[in-house]
């Protein structure tokens, strides 16, 4: 089991830049697929980014490539996603996930753990 808890969200204005991070429990992180979602309200939950165990393998949402990039740090625990040049239908809540199972999947039924969402707000 893992715990997952995401930080680095706020108000930011359009062009602008964000770091999140998600910080995990435990000892196995580096064995989980670990993904990005964000949902915005009256949307559903949409993949952004999401990375392979180890990190050689990362997915895009097309709203999110050449943008976003996602990385993780296997020793310290911790994803990352870093946001620039955002836009304001980037405002959501951002949400950090992972899956047991190899490989990666665009749906959220596919993750296993969620952690509690972070808000990102981009104001024009």
């Known amino acids: 089991q893992v715990q997952l808890v995401e930080s680095g969200g706020g108000l930011v204005q359009v062009g602008g830049s964000l770091r999140l991070s998600c910080a995990a429990s435990?000892?196995?992180?580096?064995?989980?697929?670990m993904g990005w979602f964000r949902q915005a309200p009256g949307k559903e939950r949409e993949r952004v980014a999401s990375?392979?165990?180890?990190?050689?393998?990362?997915y895009y949402a097309d709203s999110a490539k050449g943008r976003f990039t996602i990385s993780r740090d296997n020793a310290k625990n911790t994803l990352y996603l870093q946001m620039n040049s955002l836009k304001p239908e980037d405002t959501a809540v951002y949400y950090c996930?992972?899956?047991?199972?190899?490989?990666?999947?665009?749906?959220?039924?596919?993750?296993?753990?969620w952690g509690q969402g972070t808000q990102v707000t981009v104001s024009s």
């Open positions: 996930a992972a899956r047991s199972s190899l490989g990666s999947s665009p749906y959220a039924s596919h993750y296993d753990y």
């Open positions: 435990g000892r196995t992180f580096s064995t989980y697929t």
């Open positions: 990375i392979s165990q180890i990190g050689g393998s990362t």
